[in-house]
Structure formats: structure tokens, C-alpha cells
């Protein structure tokens, strides 16, 4: 039966367990009680890193529930227990080792998964949550305007149809053609009667003359 202190150890690093979603496992050898604050507080709040005992450790993973940790456990390990951004996390590490080389990534679990080094090194490659949800807003925001286009496509087109349509009416010889058959008849009844005017005045014209030349010779 363990010790309560060891117990109390195990209970500790089983609770960090639960309460993060991933952990990265390192090899301190060589770091300084300096480098050592250093890569905490570049860490930051949301990342716990804890120096662990291997046995400790395992028996601690198996309480939480965690498996397949047993062959990253070797030599002096140190646990970065992620409660936050696994991606900033991961960047963190990868960052720091590459300017302290004695620290050295083991492997780690994510979501329940064991994985390797080289795997740990691929999740610090990738673009942190911030830039992927900007990236996201940015691509709703280009879907959002592209389907308003869409819906407002159906509209502009008909507005369109219908100036194109009113248009073609207007030039259409058909749409004044009656005004100016309802005009004809006035004109030519205002034709015929002047017609008939003249000829009212010839015939009395003729009758006049014919009369004189009849009063002439009897004068």
C-alpha cells in the first residue's frame, strides 16, 4: 500500500489528468531552476507544467483512465498538462526547445490518443484556434455576401425583364398606331368638306356670270 504522501501524489497528478484534455511529455535533463520558470511562464495559466515521478505517474494515468503512457515514462519527466489551447501549447514547447535544446519532447495524449514526438511537433505546426476562427469568419462572411447575391439575383433580373419588356412596347409601332388611326377620319372629313366648298362657290360663280350676259344685251 503506498504511503499517504505518495498517495496523495498519485491523487494530484490523476485530478491533472482528468481536468486536461491533453498533456505533453518532456525530458528536463540539463534545464536550470531559471529555464525551468522561464518555460512555466511562457506556458502560461491554462498549461501546467509539473516535474513527475515515472512510477507515480503511471499509477496516476491508470486511475484517470489514461493508457499507453508507460514507454513515454522514462528518464527525468516533466508533464505540461493542458487545460486550454493544445495547438498554443504544443507551439510553446516546440519553441522553447528549439532555444534550450536539453528540453526534450517525448510524446503526449490528446483527446484520449498517445501520441508520438514527431506528432506533438506536427499539432505545434498548425495554425492556433485564433487564426482558425478567423479564418472561419472570414469564410462565412464570403458565403453570407455571396448567397445575398444569389438572392438578390432573381429580383434585378426581373426589374430588368420588365424595363427591357416596357421598352420594347414603346418602340413597337403598334402602341401609337391607334392615335393616329382615330385621327384619320377627322382629317379627311375636314378634307372632304373643303372639296365641297369649292365647288359650292364655282357653281354660284357660274350663275352669276350667266346672268349678266343675259341683262347685257337687253340693256
Known amino acids: ?16 489528468f482528468r481536468d486536461s484534455h ?6 528536463y535533463r540539463g534545464l536550470s531552476v ?9 506556458l502560461g495559466a491554462d498549461v501546467n507544467y509539473a516535474v513527475v515521478k515515472n ?20 528518464g527525468p519527466s516533466a508533464i505540461a498538462f493542458v ?23 517525448k510524446g503526449g495524449i490528446m483527446d484520449g490518443a498517445v501520441l508520438s514526438a514527431a506528432e506533438i511537433t ?21 458565403k453570407q455576401s455571396h448567397a445575398a447575391a444569389l438572392f438578390a439575383a432573381p429580383l434585378s433580373k426581373t426589374a430588368r425583364t420588365l424595363a427591357a419588356l416596357q421598352a420594347k412596347l414603346e418602340s413597337e409601332p403598334g402602341a401609337t398606331a391607334p392615335a ?8 379627311d372629313a375636314v378634307e372632304e368638306a373643303v372639296v365641297e366648298e369649292v365647288v359650292v ?6 350663275e352669276v356670270v350667266v346672268v349678266t350676259e343675259e341683262e347685257t344685251p337687253e340693256g
Open 55 to 74: 512510477t507515480l505517474t503511471k499509477i496516476a494515468a491508470r486511475d484517470a483512465g489514461v493508457e499507453g503512457l508507460d514507454s513515454l515514462l522514462e
Open 201 to 206: 362657290e364655282e357653281v354660284v360663280v357660274e
Open 22 to 27: 491533453a498533456a505533453v511529455l518532456t525530458e
Open 180 to 187: 393616329k388611326v382615330d385621327e384619320a377620319p377627322a382629317a
Open 1 to 16: 500500500m503506498a504511503k499517504p504522501s505518495k498517495a496523495s501524489t498519485v491523487a494530484e497528478i490523476a485530478g491533472y
Open 122 to 142: 506536427k499539432i505545434a505546426n498548425l495554425e492556433s484556434r485564433e487564426v482558425l476562427l478567423a479564418k472561419l469568419a472570414g469564410a462565412m462572411k464570403a
Open 83 to 105: 487545460s486550454g489551447d493544445a495547438v498554443d501549447a504544443a507551439k510553446g514547447i516546440r519553441d522553447f526547445a528549439k532555444d534550450n535544446p536539453a528540453l526534450v519532447i
Open 34 to 42: 531559471a529555464q525551468m520558470k522561464e518555460l512555466r511562464r511562457s
